[in-house]
């Protein structure tokens, strides 16, 4: 599908600071692991499909984040797809730099589990 018909279809629902925003998972395109979940707007989804690396809307900043731009880490997009619902996006990525996604520094932001 082309991005412009697929960007008509993504619902951006949920509200913040007067900003409409779609979660957007990240996972690691080699290893299947899930990296991280940020927000997108449209704008951060174009700003993304134009320069193939990944531009989340900051909520706490209020501004648009370049994933790397300070700390290296740069996920370039391998592919991406909206659910079912059109309502979350997931990325599919290849990161550079120390291959870490998390501010905290672990690889993953999913990294406090829980025992069954």
């Not at 899930?34 to 320069?51: I, Q």
């Not at 193939?52 to 700390?71: A, C, I, L, N």
């Not at 659910?83 to 690889?107: I, Y």
Request: aromatic residues 10%; charged residues 30%; hydrophobic residues 40%.
């Amino acid at each position: 599908m082309k991005f412009e018909d697929l960007i008509k279809e993504v619902k951006f629902e949920v509200e913040f600071g007067g900003v409409k925003l779609a979660p957007a998972i990240v996972q690691d395109a080699d290893k299947g692991d899930v990296l991280m979940m940020a927000w997108m707007n449209e704008e951060a989804l174009r700003r993304t499909h134009e320069c193939g690396e990944m531009v989340f809307w900051s909520r706490s900043r209020k501004e648009y984040w370049h994933k790397g731009d300070t700390s290296g880490n740069v996920m370039t997009v391998v592919e991406w797809a909206a659910d079912c619902d059109s309502d979350a996006l997931l990325f599919k990525v290849r990161m550079k730099g120390p291959q870490v996604a998390c501010h905290t520094g672990a690889r993953s932001c999913f990294f406090k589990t829980c025992d069954k």
